[in-house]
């Protein structure tokens, strides 16, 4: 069982709850300790156990129709989820909103916890806002970025040196400069490997000091 903070307005959920399923009919089934099957000879099945193993099996199926198997996560949403609901981050396995009301959390062991959607956006916005962002999720986040720009200017970029975060771009193969983020939180590009550096508040506006437009569509 997972912990939530007080103050948390969490929905009361029974032990089978936990599914975002508005309804689960379960049909009685009549158990014997044994039966023989003829079409395999002296082996036993427990019905019980069948029965089970198919309610287990059509809750994981309606689960996953609600909860994409798709993970929409980063390791920051992550962090930000453990510190709201006080969970290692490592545990939390995905997030879907039912209903446009309740936003259901996931854990890795299958286990799901119901909250209000205002709620739980009101306090994203508070622990994004003050917990510090670690070097892989500024990378992600940079990463992400210049993946756009570089889609939304026709360009391919090489191999990115992660620890000053920078690397070159290319438009149809041929060199066009270098791109990168300094350590006080600014993009910048340069034409050539030793040529002076132009600053920009945008990964776009520093491609486009580097003479490069964005692709007019015909």
């Excluded at 009361?12 to 309804?23: D, G, L, R, Y």
């Excluded at 930000?80 to 936003?103: A, H, N, S, Y």
């Excluded at 062991?109 to 892989?136: H, I, Q, S, Y």
Aim: proline share 5%.
């Amino acid at each position: 069982m997972y912990k939530t903070k007080a103050t948390a307005p969490v929905y009361q959920t029974s032990a089978i709850a936990f599914s975002p399923i508005k309804e689960i009919i379960i049909m009685p089934y009549k158990t014997l300790a044994q039966q023989t099957i003829s079409s395999f000879a002296g082996s036993c099945i427990d019905e019980q156990a069948l029965a089970q193993a198919e309610l287990d099996n059509h809750l994981e199926t309606q689960a996953e129709a609600v909860a994409p198997t798709k993970d929409p996560l980063t390791t920051r949403d992550r962090r930000i989820i453990g510190e709201i609901i006080q969970v290692k981050p490592e545990t939390v396995r995905t997030i879907w909103l039912e209903g446009g009301i309740t936003l259901w959390v996931r854990f890795l062991d299958g286990g799901c916890l119901p909250f209000d959607r205002n709620w739980f956006a009101k306090r994203v916005a508070e622990v994004k806002a003050t917990l510090p962002e670690t070097p892989l999720e500024r990378n992600e986040h940079l990463s992400d970025e210049l993946e756009a720009a570089c889609t939304k200017f026709g360009l391919t970029h090489g191999q990115i040196d992660w620890l000053s975060f920078s690397t070159t771009l290319y438009l149809n193969r041929l060199c066009i400069g270098f791109i990168g983020y300094n350590r006080v939180g600014q993009w910048y590009s340069r034409r050539n490997q030793l040529g002076s550096s132009r600053t920009a508040d945008s990964v776009d506006a520093a491609i486009a000091l580097l003479g490069v437009r964005q692709p007019v569509a015909a």
